[in-house]
């Protein structure tokens, strides 16, 4: 049972993605899961397996005292805790980054248990409670185009994705074609430059991933980012900022620059130019991703068993 805010395709953002891949490959292993979404007039739908339902009070409190384990995260886990404690239910939190949720430390009556999206968010909360890595699984037949575009892309114009120096490239290069993509949170910010279009948000990123010939993540902050994984599944080159979760999820991939000096970005740009150093970084990119997608298999298949030494009280 996922006690969650929102779910795709109604809602288009990395964690929910996550979070639906996850259930997704429970589902084809023949496990049921349900979601409970607070949407106010939702019509309960399926969605590749995984069965969507408005939660609403006190209907569903009986799916909850049914449900073999609860997970969530983000805005509705503290709720989702607090029904654990008091239908004496196990609680699994999801964690894509590295804001404490002070209640996983401070209340060992619940049954409570962890998943880190990388190694760095383990290393920086090292909750006090079981825990495993899943890394966010990334479906490659829903991201690979088989041509790329010629723009430079942003995807999520929240100022934390690092929108301000995006703007500036683009000034700086205004003989480029830049797409800026909303995100699916936060204050999106469109500034009118002649150089970049905008698109909305969308789930069907293959759209994006046609128009790009280069993805820029100059973010502040990212936990992984597996925008990053999305275009390697297209050979598409990644320019990124140095954040933990970045050179983690790219690795020998990726192309870092600081994301305070726009120059080293046009740098870099004008680098891939070259029809030579294009290709060969674009390799990097392609076996980046079957190496991800080696793990990923292995990592979902230990979320299961995490799962079921939850409910057989092994740990």
């Known amino acids: ?59 569903n409190r009986e799916f909850i005292k049914n449900a073999d384990i609860i997970i969530s995260h983000l805005d509705r886990a503290g709720k989702a805790f607090n029904l654990c ?36 968010t ?52 205004p003989d480029r074609d830049f797409l800026g993509v909303e995100g699916g949170y936060g204050k999106q910010e469109k500034e009118a430059i002649k150089n970049i279009s905008y698109m909305d948000n969308t789930p ?8 790009t010939r280069i993805l820029l993540m100059p973010s502040l902050y990212e936990s992984y980012g597996r925008t990053a994984v999305e275009a390697l599944v297209s050979g598409i080159p990644v320019i990124a900022a140095p954040t933990p979760g970045l050179k983690e999820s790219l690795g020998e991939a990726g192309i870092f620059c600081d994301a305070e000096k726009p120059e080293q970005w046009v740098e870099a740009i004008k680098k ?25 298999e292995k990592e979902l298949k230990e979320f299961e068993d995490f799962l079921f030494d939850i409910y057989e009280r092994k740990i």
């Open 272 to 296: 891939l130019d070259d029809p030579e150093v294009y290709k060969a970084q674009s390799k990097k990119c392609t076996e980046r991703f079957k190496a991800i997608e080696a793990e990923k």
């Open 204 to 211: 069907d990123m293959k759209k994006v991933y046609s128009q």
């Open 1 to 59: 049972m996922n006690l969650i805010h929102a779910y795709p395709p109604l809602h288009h953002a990395g964690a929910e993605w996550m979070v639906h891949e996850m259930n997704k490959y429970l589902v084809d292993q023949g496990h049921s899961v349900d979601v409970l979404l607070p949407i106010t007039g939702l019509k309960d739908y399926d969605f590749e397996g995984v069965s969507v339902k408005g939660d609403f009070f006190p209907g």
């Open 85 to 120: 404690e008091l239908y004496k239910k196990p609680f699994v939190f999801i964690v894509h980054n590295t804001n404490p949720m002070n209640i996983i430390k401070f209340k060992p009556q619940v049954r409570r248990y962890v998943v880190y999206n990388s190694e760095y």
């Open 122 to 173: 383990k290393n920086e909360m090292n909750y006090p409670c079981p825990g495993v890595v899943v890394h966010p699984p990334v479906d490659g037949k829903r991201y690979k185009v088989g041509k790329r575009g010629s723009k430079l892309t942003l995807v999520n114009l929240f100022h934390r994705k690092g929108t301000a120096t995006f703007q500036q490239i683009a000034r700086l290069m």
